[in-house]
C-alpha cells in the first residue's frame, strides 16, 4: 500500500514550481490533495492532469494565501469534499530583489503577507481540522535565506527567516495535538520562481529535489521528528557520481 493511501493533502502554491512537482510526489504515494495557488489556468490543468494520471482527488481552490477567507474556505474545502486534512504544505511564496534604501512599503509588506501571513493562516485553519481528527503533518517550504542573508533579498530572507520561527514555535505547540511541524530550507532552484534572474541554471536544484524529504517528514516514518529545519542545497555533484 501507498505511504498516503486515503489520506489528504494540501499544497500551497500548487500551480507551478517545487508545489507542482510535491502534488504529483504525494499524489503517486496515494494522497487525495487540495490544491490552492492564484493561477487559475496552470492549477486546474494541474489538478486535472493528476486526477488522470494517478486516479486521486485533486480539488483546485485559486485564492491569494494572504487573504484568511481563502486559507478558511481551502480549508473548508478539503474537510467538506475529501473528509479530513492529514497534511499541509505551506509552499506559496513570491520574492523580492531591491535594494533596502529602494524598496516601497508596499513591497515589503506584501512579500511577508504572501511568505509568512500565508503559512499562518493555512496553519491556523488547518490546526484546528487536524486537531480535531487527532493530529497532523504541516511542513513549511522555507529557504537557505531563512537561515542566513542575502544582498537585494532583505524582504524575503526576513520573511523566510519568520517562517522557521513560527515553525519551531508551531512544533512545540503541537506536541500537545499531536500535530508535527518542521521546515525544509531549498537552496536556489530552477524553477519559475527565478526565471528572470541571469545566472547558471546548471549550479541549481530541480523542482524534484525537495519531494523526497517533504515525503519522509509527511510519513509516518517520521512520526518522531518535529521541530527541524532541513536544507536541501546543491554541492556541485550528482547524486551517482
Not at 486515503?6 to 502554491?13: F, M
Not at 523580492?96 to 485553519?125: D, Q
Request: hydrophobic letters at 40%.
Amino acid at each position: 500500500m501507498s505511504r498516503f493511501q486515503n489520506k489528504v493533502t494540501l499544497i500551497t502554491g500548487a500551480s507551478r514550481g517545487i508545489g507542482r512537482s510535491l502534488a504529483h510526489a504525494f499524489a503517486r504515494e496515494g494522497s487525495h490533495l487540495l490544491l490552492t495557488a492564484r493561477t487559475q489556468t496552470e492549477l486546474e490543468a494541474v489538478a486535472y492532469g493528476i486526477e488522470k494520471q494517478y486516479g486521486v482527488r485533486a480539488l483546485p481552490v485559486v485564492g491569494d494565501v494572504s487573504d484568511e477567507a481563502h486559507a478558511k474556505a481551502a480549508v473548508e474545502t478539503a474537510l467538506r469534499e475529501l473528509g479530513r486534512v492529514d497534511v499541509l504544505i505551506n509552499n506559496a511564496a513570491i520574492s523580492n530583489i531591491r535594494p533596502i534604501y529602494g524598496m516601497p512599503l508596499s513591497g515589503w509588506e506584501r512579500t511577508l503577507a504572501v511568505n509568512l501571513t500565508g503559512t499562518f493562516l493555512f496553519t491556523k485553519h488547518a490546526w484546528k481540522a487536524m486537531k480535531k481528527q487527532g493530529g497532523g503533518v504541516i511542513i513549511n517550504l522555507s529557504s537557505v535565506g531563512g537561515r542566513r542573508g542575502y544582498p537585494l533579498l532583505s524582504a524575503y530572507c526576513a520573511s523566510k527567516w519568520g517562517q522557521i520561527g513560527f515553525s519551531m514555535s508551531a512544533a512545540e505547540e503541537g506536541k500537545a495535538d499531536h500535530i508535527r511541524v518542521n521546515a525544509v530550507a531549498p537552496g536556489k532552484a530552477d524553477t519559475a520562481f527565478r526565471a528572470q534572474i541571469k545566472e547558471d541554471k546548471s549550479q541549481m536544484l530541480t523542482a524534484d529535489d525537495c519531494n523526497g524529504v517533504c515525503l519522509f517528514l509527511a510519513s509516518d516514518e517520521a512520526k518522531w521528528i518535529t521541530g527541524q529545519v532541513v536544507e536541501v542545497e546543491w554541492f556541485g555533484f550528482a547524486p551517482d557520481e
